[in-house]
């Protein structure tokens, strides 16, 4: 709350002391607040014109397409795997013991088969992605802004969001779905043989229950979640780097914030998948 002093009448030297009104100050807070968020959106906005505007050079983004996907696809198959691979033995084996007595076994199969095609294999593959790959992307291109590097580009004639960013997110939306299929099939695999090797689940069980109800739609709707996600961590990973400020500390500022926003951004994403798309599953 602020205050303003004025002397009093008289040359007594004593002062009256005029306080700003409180609603007005957090009138004032709100606003700011507001113009902050609303500055935010236009310049988010602005980086997605560019980036559409970006893809008209494929000569320059089309040579670097291949070593992001490297990066953010192939040098992640053993993070995403072994992620996969515990996540559906925990649900195989917590399935099991949870069941009520008189209930056929198949339905760990059937559980675990819709726990990770729909849900937990492209949301726990995503949001490990967003800690691995966005921080690097984040890091990546904060450290060539505070370098100076980006106004190098633009000194040489490059686009710098063709060259940096527009490679980075065809190969986030390519890469996420095929992790996302690498995890649902070794989080199955490994739900089956915990099921059979560890609890009275035998294998024509388990492949019975994985066989009951499937659709097709069932894995276009994972996959489909995966290439949002994908293009999240890459839209918001991108953009924090390429806003980066003030050296180092701008540079670590950056990547945790695009982690958090990115895990935050997958989460609404997948709310809301759910809430349009999940009446298509029956």
Same mark, same amino acid.
């Given at each position: 709350?602020? *205050?303003?002093?004025?002397?009093?009448?008289?040359?007594?030297?004593? @002062?009256?002391?005029?306080?700003?009104?409180?609603?007005?100050?957090?009138?004032?807070? %709100?606003?700011?607040?507001?113009?902050?968020?609303?500055?935010?959106?236009?310049?988010?906005?602005?980086? &997605?014109?560019?980036?559409?505007?970006?893809?008209? @050079?494929?000569?320059?983004?089309?040579?670097?397409?291949?070593?992001?996907?490297?990066?953010?696809?192939?040098?992640?198959?053993?993070?995403?795997?072994? %992620?996969?691979?515990?996540?559906?033995?925990?649900?195989? $084996?917590?399935?099991?013991?949870? &069941?009520?007595? !008189?209930?056929? =076994?198949?339905?760990?199969?059937?559980?675990?088969?819709?726990?990770?095609?729909?849900?937990?294999?492209?949301?726990?593959?995503?949001? %490990? +992605?967003?800690?691995?790959?966005?921080?690097?992307?984040?890091?990546?291109? !904060?450290?060539?802004?505070?370098?100076?590097? #980006?106004?190098?580009?633009?000194?040489?004639? $490059?686009?710098?969001?063709?060259?940096?960013?527009?490679?980075?997110?065809?190969?986030?939306?390519?890469? &996420?779905?095929? &992790?996302? #299929? =690498?995890?649902?099939?070794?989080?199955?695999?490994? !739900? $089956?043989?915990?099921?059979?090797? #560890? /609890?009275?689940?035998?294998?024509?069980?388990?492949?019975?229950?994985?066989? +009951?109800?499937?659709?097709?739609?069932? %894995?276009? $709707? *994972?996959?489909?979640?995966?290439?949002?996600?994908?293009?999240?961590?890459?839209?918001?990973? *991108?953009?924090?780097?390429?806003?980066? @400020?003030?050296?180092? @500390?701008?540079?670590?500022? *950056? /990547?945790?914030?695009?982690?958090?926003?990115?895990?935050?951004?997958?989460?609404?994403?997948?709310?809301?998948?759910?809430?349009?798309?999940?009446?298509?599953?029956?």
């Amino acid at each position: 709350m602020s *205050s303003t002093s004025l002397p009093q009448p008289g040359g007594t030297g004593d @002062e009256v002391v005029l306080r700003e009104p409180r609603a007005l100050a957090v009138f004032e807070r %709100v606003a700011r607040i507001t113009a902050a968020l609303f500055r935010g959106i236009g310049a988010r906005v602005y980086f &997605l014109g560019e980036i559409i505007r970006a893809f008209g @050079e494929p000569r320059t983004y089309l040579p670097l397409v291949v070593g992001q996907m490297r990066n953010i696809g192939v040098d992640s198959l053993p993070l995403a795997g072994t %992620v996969a691979a515990f996540i559906g033995a925990v649900t195989a $084996y917590q399935t099991v013991y949870q &069941l009520f007595p !008189g209930v056929q =076994l198949s339905a760990v199969g059937w559980i675990v088969r819709q726990s990770l095609v729909l849900e937990i294999g492209p949301l726990l593959t995503a949001l %490990v +992605l967003a800690g691995r790959v966005g921080a690097r992307m984040t890091a990546e291109i !904060g450290t060539m802004r505070v370098t100076e590097q #980006i106004d190098a580009l633009e000194t040489l004639a $490059y686009d710098p969001v063709a060259f940096l960013i527009v490679p980075r997110l065809l190969a986030a939306v390519v890469m &996420l779905p095929a &992790l996302v #299929i =690498l995890a649902d099939a070794v989080g199955v695999f490994s !739900g $089956y043989v915990v099921s059979v090797s #560890i /609890t009275g689940v035998t294998a024509e069980d388990f492949i019975t229950g994985l066989r +009951l109800g499937f659709a097709t739609f069932q %894995v276009v $709707y *994972s996959l489909l979640k995966a290439m949002m996600f994908g293009l999240a961590i890459a839209l918001v990973c *991108s953009y924090e780097g390429y806003i980066t @400020e003030a050296g180092a @500390e701008g540079v670590g500022r *950056s /990547t945790a914030r695009a982690v958090v926003i990115a895990s935050v951004t997958i989460l609404v994403l997948d709310a809301l998948t759910a809430a349009i798309l999940a009446p298509l599953l029956q």
